[in-house]
């Protein structure tokens, strides 16, 4: 069992950043798939950056490359998500989710889920 807790969300103007982090119990982190999703009001969730095991590989969602980095130290529990150049349209809840034998961008595929943080960012 793996409990995810989501911080670092917030409001913040165009062209702002923030960094979000994801803290997770259990001993077993460092054999997870990490990955972060959002999801904005009236739409589906959907991912936004994923990283393996190790921190070795890192995948991204088209809107987020470039501008936004995920990282893990799983000496700490912890993946983080730093968000650049934030613009309104990345307003959203963002999640953090653990995956036991996954890496990708398919939501169904993780097992574990945080309960989200409030990303807004005003115009």
């Known amino acids: 069992q793996v409990q995810l807790v989501e911080s670092g969300g917030g409001l913040v103007q165009t062209g702002g950043s923030l960094r979000l982090s994801c803290a997770a119990s259990?001993?077993?982190?460092?054999?997870?798939?990490m990955g972060w999703f959002r999801q904005a009001p009236g739409k589906e969730r959907e991912f936004v950056a994923a990283?393996?095991?190790?921190?070795?590989?890192?995948g991204y969602a088209d809107s987020a490359k470039g501008r936004f980095t995920i990282s893990r130290d799983n000496a700490k529990n912890t993946v983080y998500l730093q968000m650049n150049s934030l613009k309104p349209e990345d307003t959203a809840v963002y999640y953090c989710?653990?995956?036991?034998?996954?890496?990708?961008?398919?939501?169904?595929?993780?097992?574990?889920w945080g309960q989200g943080t409030q990303v807004t960012v005003s115009s």
């Open positions: 259990g001993r077993t982190f460092s054999s997870y798939t």
């Open positions: 989710a653990a995956a036991r034998r996954y890496f990708g961008h398919e939501s169904p595929r993780y097992d574990y």
């Open positions: 990283i393996n095991w190790n921190g070795d590989t890192t």
